[in-house]
């Protein structure tokens, strides 16, 4: 009796412990469930990190320093960003408050500086001195023919006469005869189906042409051919090999835009041609005329070419023996920019007149004058260039030029 006695004694304890454990253990469940509003472990967890990314807010603060220049006083000079997040990690490095305040003068003495470039391009930065001269002066390329169509190449500047806006220049800056001026030259070939007939010869020509007119190391020389579009077939260049190679690509077919083609060239080419001094500025155009596919009109072609300082020889490849609309277009192309229009009457002229344009070309003056009255104000002003005391010679250049708007 003794040790049942024992053994419910023992197992009354263990019932006893094992019933405060659940007791022990009943307050857990509850306080999950209340542990989303109120448990502060919950709350504190979060908290934590909040700090963290406030405590990186001034980092991002610091990236504008790094697109600027490699200055780290830029973004201490930069105070628009927030002020607590801003001067949250200038407090805490004390020891170099001092530091900001030089960065700050460092950076004003930098916009000072730049402030002060102007002023050093007018001491005689060439640059400065480069835009001043095309703003003051009005360059023309122009050449002289008696009345038998002769190029006369002897003539100095006391010969002519300048008109701006119908107003005396107020002086001739400089005069040459600019036989050896380089040149900038783009061949314009029409590769519509127009002109099938006779591409083969037109390429041709225009091979033997290139190779005579441009000189290495001096002249560089482009092909465009169009029908529908423009089309590079060959870039800047002063290699012979590499010109023909570009004409000898072209493939006729489509319509033509020949009017695209030239404000292309005029505005993309020869407009942005790299030049170290002055240059001659030529397209010459290899078509019969018709234009069915261009987006810019004739006008804005010629305005072009005439804010590009372009001269543009024309050759016909109309051989009807009949002068057509497209002819008439082609004179204009060229009367308006100081150029020539050619009609060969059979094919095999068209080579005679690339010569004709070759002989111009080495054949010409360049002369520099101040207007009397230049504005910037956009406005197209017309020249007129007279030969004084030579009534049988005919000056032919450029109709005009548009003034420069600032």
């Not at 127009?194 to 560089?220: G, H, T, Y």
Request: net charge neutral; glycine share 6%.
């Amino acid at each position: 009796m003794k040790f049942p006695m024992k053994y419910a004694f023992l197992t009354g304890i263990i019932a006893l412990l094992l019933t405060a454990g659940a007791v022990a253990q009943q307050p857990n469940p509850p306080a999950s469930d209340q542990d989303l509003p109120s448990a502060p472990s919950a709350s504190i967890a979060p908290a934590l990190p909040a700090p963290q990314p406030k405590a990186e807010a001034p980092k991002p603060a610091e990236s504008p320093a790094k697109s600027a220049p490699a200055l780290e006083d830029l973004p201490g000079s930069k105070k628009p960003s927030p002020p607590s997040a801003v001067a949250a990690p200038q407090t805490e490095d004390s020891a170099k408050t001092g530091a900001p305040q030089p960065t700050t003068q460092q950076a004003n003495g930098i916009k000072a500086a730049n402030t002060e470039d102007p002023t050093l391009d007018d001491r005689g930065n060439p640059l400065e001195l480069t835009i001043r001269k095309r703003v003051d002066e009005v360059n023309v390329v122009f050449t002289v023919t008696d009345k038998h169509g002769h190029f006369v190449k002897n003539l100095s500047k006391s010969d002519f006469r300048v008109l701006d806006d119908h107003k005396p220049a107020a002086s001739i800056v400089s005069f040459s005869s600019q036989t050896n001026l380089p040149l900038r030259v783009g061949l314009l070939v029409d590769a519509s189906n127009s002109v099938r007939d006779r591409f083969r010869f037109e390429q041709e020509s225009a091979i033997e042409f290139l190779n005579s007119i441009v000189r290495p190391k001096s002249d560089r020389a482009f092909v465009i051919g169009f029908d529908t579009t423009a089309e590079v077939t060959q870039d800047f260049t002063d290699s012979p090999e590499m010109l023909s190679r570009g004409v000898r690509m072209l493939r006729p077919g489509g319509g033509t835009a020949m009017y695209d083609a030239v404000y292309f060239a005029s505005r993309d080419k020869l407009m942005k041609a790299p030049t170290t001094g002055p240059a001659r500025r030529a397209i010459i155009l290899l078509s019969d005329g018709d234009d069915n596919q261009s987006r810019v009109t004739r006008e804005e072609a010629i305005e072009m070419a005439q804010r590009a300082e372009v001269i543009i020889y024309t050759i016909s490849t109309n051989i009807s023996g009949m002068k057509l609309r497209g002819d008439k277009v082609l004179e204009r192309l060229a009367d308006a920019t100081g150029g020539r229009a050619f009609f060969p009457f059979k094919i095999q002229d068209v080579a005679n007149a690339f010569a004709e344009i070759q002989d111009e070309l080495r054949s010409q003056y360049l002369l520099a004058y101040k207007p009397a009255d230049l504005k910037p104000d956009g406005r197209y002003r017309a020249i007129d260039i007279m030969a004084e005391n030579h009534k049988n010679l005919r000056v032919r250049a450029r109709k005009g030029y548009f003034a420069p708007t600032q």
